[in-house]
């Protein structure tokens, strides 16, 4: 049984098996260009049953969510990283750029970012940390007058994923130009 919203149940090793077949199988139709991810396919390119498949991952976002997880464990050490940074704007930029980039990557990724809802209660806890440290560096950048004090994390996130959708739906490479319109628009009226 997969964890969800308080959860935390340790698979047998032949459930464990096939949840590891299950990804396996979802990444690989991921690297050939099929991003369906339909869960009777995966379960029947995966050698189980679909109920097996469905007892996992009840629906496509929670596999998206399973698929992420290394994706968002890459994000928050990134994110530990820009919070070490000595200039706050300069470590915020530099996160902000990390994920902007993993999202136009990987947009499942940033389906899985952008949702107000999560299946695994380990994406929400990730999420929350990457919101703790996303507080830190602007709480760090509101100190030094850089940010304005009614922005907050979640709001960060909400318009990083408006300048993704931005990025995509353009031409050329646009993602620096509109990230620093992003982090023009965080800072302190004049």
Known sequence: ???????EKELRADAARNRARILQVARGQLTAGDNSLQLNTVARL???GVGTVYRHFPNRHALVEALSAERFRELLEEAEAAAAVEDPMTGLRRLLRFTLDRMLDDPDFATVLESAGDADVRTSQMKAELDRTVMSLLDGARLAGAVRGSVGAEDVRRLLCGVGHAVRSGSGD????????LLEGLRPPR
Not at 1 to 7: D, E, K, L, V
Not at 174 to 181: A, G, I, K, W
Request: hydrophobic share 45%; aromatic share 6%; proline share 6%.
């Open 1 to 7: 049984m997969t964890p969800r919203a308080g959860q």
């Open 46 to 48: 995966a050698g189980v």
């Open 174 to 181: 646009v993602r620096d130009l509109y990230l620093d319109v």
